[in-house]
């Protein structure tokens, strides 16, 4: 599916639209099914949306009763580390609305080895989607309502970076990445590119002139294999949020 572009004058206006998306998403998710599973993506990019997502008038309209939270990729730090993607959610988002802390599937990244960790997170994944049926039962993947990326200037997204065999992981849903190449160069887990493509919206946040050539090169190519980005092609629907600097 083609995805669609929509550019906002900056990163605060492109994130107030991306809340409001986010809110009418998680209200469909909710009448439909019941519950809304939400994949976060950390960075320096969504800071504003998650402050956005926690005050009026976007907090009162997501049922956070029946929203679950997960995350796309996690640091192998503590998680009070600024480089912390949970703990960039917690201080902006989650301590600021009502979410069950049953309903915050968090990756433990700071206890024991990458690869042990990233086991861990599938099973934990595994287990929820069979006890909720939120996932489609025709596929062997889940079926997130909601994944929420970045980019960064080297087209990588989550914690997938180009040329990595993280890439080519067909089979895992959540895998260990070495990220000595990334910044900062510490070990991630990171949900692999067959359940990214799998989520019924993927919603991309780009902000920052850095990030021009790549986007341009993913949006006018689809088919360049070079960068991680150009490989998130989900089942359902592809939005990009960019500000007008990537215009």
Known sequence: MKPEIRTHPNLEDLSRAA???ICEIAEGAI??????????????TPRLLYEELAKEPYASRVDWQHTHLFWGDERCVP??????????????????VDVPPSNIHRIPAATGSAKAVAAEYEKTLREFFQATAAGDPSTSFPSFDLVLLGMGADGHTASLFPGDAALEERTSWVVAVEGSSASPPVRRITLTLP???????????????????V????????DTGIYPAAHVRPAGKLLWFIDEGLA
Request: proline residues 3%.
């Open 31 to 44: 009448k439909e099914r019941g519950i809304f599973t939400f994949v976060l993506s950390g960075g320096t």
């Open 19 to 21: 809340a409001e998306y």
């Open 79 to 96: 998680s009070d580390n600024p480089d912390s993607n949970f703990s960039l959610a917690l201080q902006t988002l989650i301590s600021k």
């Open 195 to 213: 359940v990214i493509n799998e989520a019924k919206w993927v919603l991309f946040l780009a902000s920052g002139s850095n990030k021009l050539k």
């Open 215 to 222: 986007l341009r090169e993913i949006l006018n190519n689809p």
